[in-house]
C-alpha cells in the first residue's frame, strides 16, 4: 500500500491542529491583537512561521500547539495555508448580521467584522491538477501492488462517480503529506478537499472531519479497484 498509518495519523493531527491555529490567528486580527501584515509575514515564509511558532509556543491553545518534535512540520503546514486554501483581506470592512437571519430591522441587527480569510477561488486550472493528482495516485497504488493499468483504464476509474470521494481523500492525503514539508500544490489542495467534504451538490458535509481511518479505507477501495480492473 501507499500510506504509512503513523505517517497519516501525525498529518491528520496537524491538520486539524493547523486550522484552528488559522482560526486562532484571525481571532486576534480582529481583536486587533495582531496586524494583516503579519499574518501574511509569517503565514507566507516557513522560516517566519516557524520563528513564530516558537517564540509563541508556551501560549498556544491546547488545541492548536503541536507537538515539540513537530514544530517544524507544524510551521511548514502553515506557510502554505495562504498559498492553497485562504486568501488574507487587510480590510474585509463589515457586514449585517441578525441571529439566524430572521430579522435585518435596526433592533434585531447589527454590523459585524467580515473574515479577514477567505477561501481561495478554485479555478478550472486548479481542478485539471486535482484531476491529475487523483491520477497519479490511481498509478502509484497500481504500482504498489504490481499491476499494469493502461491510461483509459486509469480514465475509467477516476471518472466513476463512486470513486470520487476516496479518490479526492488520497489525493488530497498525498498533497498534505507534501505541504507537511512546505510544498504546496496550490488550490488545487481546496478543489481535493471539496470533492469529499463537500456534498455533490456544492455544500460543506456538516461536521466533516478528517480521519486516519477514513483515508485508509478510501486506499483500500482504490486498491481493489485496480485489482479488479487489471483483471479484466
Given at each position: 500500500?501507499?500510506?504509512?498509518?503513523?505517517?497519516?495519523?501525525?498529518?491528520?493531527?496537524?491538520?486539524?491542529?493547523?486550522?484552528s491555529f488559522?482560526?486562532?490567528?484571525?481571532?486576534?486580527?480582529?481583536?486587533?491583537?495582531?496586524?494583516?501584515?503579519?499574518?501574511?509575514?509569517?503565514?507566507?515564509?516557513?522560516?517566519?512561521?516557524?520563528?513564530?511558532?516558537?517564540?509563541?509556543?508556551?501560549?498556544?491553545?491546547?488545541?492548536?500547539?503541536?507537538?515539540?518534535?513537530?514544530?517544524?512540520?507544524f510551521?511548514?503546514?502553515?506557510?502554505?495555508?495562504?498559498?492553497?486554501?485562504?486568501?488574507?483581506?487587510?480590510?474585509?470592512?463589515?457586514?449585517?448580521?441578525?441571529?439566524?437571519?430572521?430579522?435585518?430591522?435596526?433592533?434585531?441587527s447589527?454590523?459585524?467584522?467580515?473574515?479577514?480569510?477567505?477561501p481561495k477561488?478554485?479555478?478550472?486550472?486548479?481542478?485539471?491538477?486535482?484531476?491529475?493528482?487523483?491520477?497519479?495516485?490511481?498509478?502509484?497504488?497500481?504500482?504498489?501492488?504490481k499491476?499494469?493499468?493502461?491510461?483509459?483504464?486509469?480514465?475509467?476509474?477516476?471518472?466513476?462517480?463512486?470513486?470520487?470521494?476516496?479518490?479526492?481523500?488520497?489525493?488530497?492525503?498525498?498533497?498534505?503529506?507534501?505541504?507537511?514539508?512546505?510544498?504546496?500544490?496550490g488550490?488545487?489542495?481546496?478543489a481535493?478537499?471539496?470533492?469529499?467534504?463537500?456534498t455533490?451538490?456544492?455544500?460543506?458535509?456538516?461536521?466533516?472531519?478528517?480521519?486516519?481511518?477514513?483515508?485508509?479505507?478510501?486506499?483500500?477501495?482504490?486498491a481493489?479497484?485496480?485489482?479488479?480492473?487489471?483483471?479484466?
Open positions: 500500500m501507499v500510506f504509512n498509518r503513523i505517517d497519516i495519523e501525525r498529518a491528520v493531527v496537524l491538520q486539524a491542529k493547523g486550522y488559522l482560526r486562532w490567528l484571525e481571532k486576534g486580527l480582529q481583536s486587533a491583537r495582531l496586524a494583516p501584515n503579519e499574518l501574511h509575514a509569517f503565514g507566507s515564509l516557513e522560516q517566519s512561521a516557524r520563528a513564530w511558532v516558537e517564540q509563541h509556543y508556551a501560549s498556544l491553545p491546547s488545541d492548536v500547539q503541536p507537538a515539540r518534535e513537530d514544530v517544524e512540520a510551521s511548514h503546514l502553515f506557510s502554505t495555508y495562504l498559498r492553497s486554501t485562504f486568501d488574507l483581506d487587510p480590510n474585509p470592512g463589515k457586514r449585517l448580521y441578525s441571529p439566524d437571519a430572521h430579522c435585518f430591522c435596526p433592533i434585531c447589527w454590523l459585524v467584522q467580515r473574515s479577514y480569510l477567505r477561488k478554485v479555478q478550472p486550472a486548479d481542478k485539471r491538477r486535482a484531476l491529475r493528482m487523483m491520477k497519479h495516485f490511481v498509478l502509484r497504488v497500481a504500482e504498489a501492488q499491476q499494469s493499468l493502461p491510461d483509459d483504464e486509469v480514465d475509467t476509474i477516476v471518472g466513476d462517480p463512486d470513486m470520487r470521494e476516496p479518490l479526492g481523500l488520497c489525493a488530497y492525503a498525498v498533497d498534505l503529506l507534501e505541504r507537511l514539508e512546505g510544498r504546496t500544490s488550490a488545487a489542495s481546496l481535493l478537499w471539496r470533492s469529499f467534504a463537500w455533490a451538490t456544492g455544500s460543506p458535509k456538516q461536521g466533516f472531519v478528517l480521519a486516519t481511518n477514513d483515508i485508509l479505507d478510501a486506499e483500500q477501495r482504490i481493489d479497484r485496480c485489482a479488479r480492473s487489471s483483471r479484466e
